[in-house]
């Protein structure tokens, strides 16, 4: 007995898929930035130094010495030198009253007063050491800073983002197909 056979061909279905990608762009510009700074106001006053020398010592010292000063020192030299010749004949005068006690006052007063005494033998430095004064007031310096803050200006520029969307295409490719045939041998 002859059966017969069914043979089957299939086919089975296919999906197609399309895509276009996204496309995405993002761009983000710099910051518009200006910063300033200012000068500080600074202020500065000053006192000038004071140098003061004093050499009238000095130049008395050398005998460089203005009318005035001279006369001065003539009075006081005089004046010291009557005061010595005083006291020097009132003590004479005194030995002299006092004649009977020991000693000789008239011969050693004549020795005494017809020679007299030598002067001393040394270094004299002219001028003579500090005759020169100074004094000194050093200058001072004040000093006043005001600072000013400084000025910073910033604009931010947006992000610039542009955008454009995928795509995706579905459809059938191949459609499925189920065939059925009878084969006879």
Known sequence: MKIPKLKMTSQMAQIEI???RAKQTIRQPKAEMSIQQPKAEVKMRTT???LTIDQTRAFADMNLMSI???NHQFA???KQAV????ERRARQGTELMKIEQKGNPLISQAKANAHPPMKR???TFIPSVFSVKTSYQPSRLKIEV???PPVINIKPNAAQHDYVPGDVITKMKRYQDLKIEV???
């Open 48 to 50: 000038p130094g004071k």
């Open 146 to 148: 005001h600072t000013k």
């Open 18 to 20: 399309q895509q276009t």
């Open 121 to 123: 033998l040394g270094i």
């Open 183 to 185: 084969v006879n041998n």
């Open 76 to 78: 006081s030299d005089g």
């Open 68 to 70: 005035f000063q001279r």
């Open 83 to 86: 005061l010595e010749g005083i």
